[in-house]
């Protein structure tokens, strides 16, 4: 038995070398596929539903509560438009 090398040998040291180098590059590998796929998931339009405001929220419920809160319309049109918009 080789003691010079953990019983492993020159050879041996290098294979567990080159093996825990090669695990370290695949879980990398792994790891920025599955952020990019959050970070895809996340900055991608969502169709009608997507953009500014709470998720899941639509535009025009959106730019209508901006409206409001700018004093813009009264609570009554707003009640109104929301009621339309199906809000």
């Not at 879980?27 to 969502?46: E, P």
């Not at 009608?48 to 535009?59: S, V, Y």
Request: net charge neutral.
């Amino acid at each position: 038995m080789d003691v010079r090398f953990g019983g492993f040998g020159a050879f041996g040291l290098i294979e567990l070398v080159w093996v825990a180098i090669s695990m370290a590059v695949t879980i990398g590998i792994i790891v920025l596929i599955v952020l990019g796929i959050r970070w895809l998931l996340r900055n991608t339009d969502g169709g009608p539903r997507g953009g500014p405001g709470r998720p899941g929220e639509d535009l025009a419920l959106a730019a209508l509560r901006e409206r409001f809160a700018r004093g813009e319309i009264d609570a009554t049109e707003f009640e109104e438009r929301k009621r339309i918009l199906g809000g």
